[in-house]
């Protein structure tokens, strides 16, 4: 080997990862060690950055057994470019020990604790809501950017509608270029360290956190990985997210919500699944409500993680509006989307567009398609909009009809207009639009109809309803997670749950309690006010 002629130098790993060839000298913590056919690859940081360092001694075996994950190691590595493929060789590597480790170590950590800091920024909307959350906005922000770091692999979990999407991307987009900055854009050890999936139901599913797990768990055992930091995204708030939560907790993993539903009660900024969850950013915690919506709150913590990011200050006007948000903040996030060159038609299309790409995902991640949607890229952006619309806004006419015709509605003599829809009978069984749709399209349906009176629409499927309510009603007492409880009360036997926002959401129980619940509700809603 004559790679002893090249000159070596002492490097940080920032700056190794940035040349292509050369011998150099770096000290370093061992992140994890990973045995394969060929090489032992050593994952080391020194706080700079991430590199994976090869040793070789025989096909398939531990190479430098001396070394272990933690050690404090000063290495001799070569670089050089094999098929158009980087390689980080080791020429040599000792164990650092003695107070020397502890300086080095010292050092990294510093670097660690200085680089996970979050990007100076303000909120691109003024709102009092957000001012309250800004400690929670930097503790979020150091937590995601110190995993990065540290190599903790990062599952982003969100809700599987626009507003869950546009939150989980806006995260994606300020996260996967910090993978990239800390390992080296040539790597694709981003594919590691970062994964986003959307939940089906509007909290964590337990299929998905063993969906979850189950591949972590098999990483830390094989690689030597770290458990995954979970962020959970217009998911994560409320008690029927317990089970997941606690079950994930279990395996060490750190969990971080970001959500805008109804958490439950709240006392001293605290609520049940704080008891649980590392992190916890949701507007209800500071005396607001559900119109900063989960995209709203991501893109904000996307800023707050990389100020460079691109390409996301629309998905919070975008979120918004699928979200049927109002108030100050929703007003400016939509005006800020516009000067992005973004109509309120083009957002309406593309909020569509997610809900039907949604539909049809179900638990797929749809990595790239539904990015694209986003507008990753921009020129299929408003082929693929198009596209869907055209299908899109043909079925809702189809399913408008439907309505018309078979949604029965009864008007009260206090103000009140109950609109009953059996979705059963009057939409495609796993057909876009989905019961939750077809009920909403109900319920503008009659809002227009009845300008001023209390709406409240009651889409009824065989084992669960879904309902909205207008905001007159709201204001005359109707709140659907109340709702709920005091149908578990009234009905033990139904195996009542559900809940959602105070005006919008859906309740599940067995199908035999179905007539009894449905009639109560309705008696319910009759009285309102
Ligand atoms: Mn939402």
Redesign the pocket.
Known sequence: MNDFNIKRTKESIKNVLLKDSGMYEIEAKIVSIQQTSGPTIFTATDGTATMELAGFSAPGARTYPEIKEDDVVKATVVIKEKDGRRKNDIVNIGKITGPLRDTVLKDIESRIIERSRPDAVNFLVRSEALDRLKSRFIAVATEIKKAVIEGRPIIVRH?A?T??YSGGIALQRAIIPLIEAQYGTESDVKWYYFARAPSKAPFYEYADVLRDLSSALKDVEKFGQKEPLIILV?NGSTEEDLLSIRKAKIYNAPIIVID?HYPGEVANGRVKVDDFVDLHINPYLVGYNNTL???MLCVELARFLNSKVQNIDFLAGLAGIA?RSSGSEFEQYVEIAKSRGFTVEFLNKIALAVDFEAHYLRFMEGWKLVDDLLGADIEKHEKLINLLTEDIEFKLKEQDKVIKKYLKVEELGNGVIVGILDTSLTTHRGEFPAPGRATGMAHDYLKEKHPGKSVVTVGVGPFFVTMRASDSAVRRGFNLNALVKVLKDEFPYGFVSGGGHEAAGSIKFVEGAQAEIVSSIVSKIRSTG
């Open positions: 809700h509608d507003d869950g217009d805008h919506t989960a995209g979200d």
